[in-house]
């Protein structure tokens, strides 16, 4: 039989409104699991506070002191959701067998948890995703941008699953082989998928949020979204030669016409023509030239090897 040692990871910036609610309801869980056999009683719940501005991390340390399950990793500075999340989940890695991710706001269902340590210990998954069943809590163009992210992706290449986004059980095996995926540009997304192992999805009811605010407001959706596209694909590089090509394809017979033009004795004025050419083709090539940017600059930062982040402090037994 598996282990049954569970950590849960959750990354936090900011959540001093939510987190005193937050923990007492994973220790009404804890407690139900305890009772049920269904994890160790020296399971914990890591808290990571990424460099939050507020009391999150005085709270996190009061839980400590009130409860010894309640355990944090303060972070030396703000690293980003990703990053933290990911910190957590190396921490524990030598600590747990099996380890559970969800955000601190309370819109993951906690009650969920119990599915996923039953795929984990009964079936034997290394990984399981929590998928939303629904997405009716959200606002018509949030679904609307998340499907088409999530099929844009899968165009482009990258294997991600719908409506699922970090609230995830992986094993410590899992978490073993995720430790060795070394990129600074973080998706967990499109990299848990790449681990492998057996799988599983727990679906579950998304709620709203407990208390604060959204830690991703549009900017950082789409700059999320940016990231998890050009760190998993190349194709819009390719798309660039393609249109490249197009464009070269389209000069050509344009330059026949012309010529043939000029020969036949038609004189045309073409300003506006002119200059539209100009202004497209010269747009396209900015373009182009942003999107290959970007990705000379993820390399950039890759070849750095700086550290993703830096553990300031762990609070445990």
């Known amino acids: 039989m598996k282990g049954n040692k569970l950590y849960m990871v959750i990354p936090c910036y900011n959540e001093q409104e939510v987190l005193p609610e937050t923990a007492r309801r994973l220790a009404e869980k804890f407690d139900q699991l305890l009772a049920a056999g269904a994890i160790a009683p020296d399971s914990r719940v890591l808290f990571v506070n990424d460099g939050s501005r507020d009391s999150t991390w005085d709270i996190i340390q009061g839980l400590h002191r009130q409860d010894n399950r309640f355990c944090g990793v ?14 957590g989940l190396m921490v524990a890695k030598d600590r747990c067998d099996m380890a559970i991710s969800m955000d601190a706001d309370l819109q993951d269902d906690i009650n969920a948890i119990d599915a996923f340590v039953e795929k984990y ?7 399981v995703y929590g998928v939303r069943s629904s997405r009716q809590t959200d606002t018509v163009f949030k679904r609307s941008t998340a499907g088409l992210f999530y099929k844009l992706m899968r165009a482009m290449g990258t294997n991600v699953l719908d409506n699922h986004a970090d609230f995830r059980l992986m094993s410590q095996r899992a978490l073993e082989a ?18 492998g192992f057996k799988s599983s999805i727990v679906t579950y009811e998304r709620g709203e949020r407990f208390a604060g605010v959204s830690k991703y407001p549009l900017k950082k959706m789409l700059s999320f979204a940016f990231d998890g596209i050009t760190s998993f694909s190349t194709v ?11 464009i070269f394809m389209a000069s050509m017979a344009a330059l026949v016409v012309f010529l043939a033009q000029k020969l036949l004795g038609y004189t045309v004025q073409g300003w506006a023509t002119t200059m539209g050419s100009i202004w497209l083709i010269g747009g396209i090539q900015l373009l182009s030239l942003g999107v290959i940017g970007e990705y000379v600059g993820k390399i950039y930062m890759e070849v750095k090897h700086r550290p993703r982040f830096i553990i300031e402090s762990i609070l445990e037994d």
Do not use: W, Y
């Open 236 to 246: 819009p590089i390719r798309l660039i030669t393609f249109a490249g090509f197009f």
């Open 121 to 127: 210990q009964k079936e034997g998954c290394d990984i």
């Open 74 to 87: 303060n972070l030396s500075r703000n690293r980003g959701h990703q990053n933290a999340l990911l910190a």
């Open 178 to 195: 995720l430790s060795q995926f070394e990129e600074v540009n973080l998706f967990l997304r499109g990299i848990v998928p790449m681990v």
